[in-house]
């Protein structure tokens, strides 16, 4: 959030860039669980009771979730079957969201494309600029913000190395 704060306050050949995140299909039922934690902590034992007709949506998602981790493939009542994953791939947080980098016009606010796309039909330049973009706003707000030690503001410095910086940018 703190980097798209900074993305949004620069713009470059009239365009800004954007962070895009969306929970994965496969594991968003595991987000939906996680967040709502505090508030289905109370149905967790009878969620998981196969004797209880628990069909709600926390209830099927949390039966999902056993059965995903038990490789039940039948399911429990009421939930899809699912097959066993590998346990690496749960306790992976990277497998829990998709992210992209949005290009968005910088006088209107219309996305115009996402990096993904721009680099299959992008030039050399166009595809590497955003990451260039996001690397330096990154390590301007890593290293040159202003921080407060007491009651004495000072600012940090830095040196960000990059192998084979700015190819193929003219």
Known sequence: ???DRRLELRSFNGERYAFRREKAPMLSY???LV???DEIQS?????LDDSTANNDEVGVNLRKLMSLLTGDEEGRAGAAPEKAV???VLADYRQ???????VINAATGARITDVSTRIGTGSGGERYVPFYIV???????ACFDTMVRGDTAYRQSGVMLL???????D
Do not use: H, P, S
């Open 96 to 102: 829990y969201y998709t992210f992209e980098i949005d």
């Open 1 to 3: 959030k703190d980097l």
């Open 135 to 141: 690397i330096g706003t990154a390590m301007a707000g």
């Open 30 to 32: 595991i987000v939906d």
């Open 35 to 37: 967040q709502r934690l």
């Open 163 to 169: 192998d084979e910086a700015f190819e193929k940018l």
């Open 86 to 88: 590998d346990l690496k």
């Open 43 to 47: 149905k967790v034992d009878a969620a």
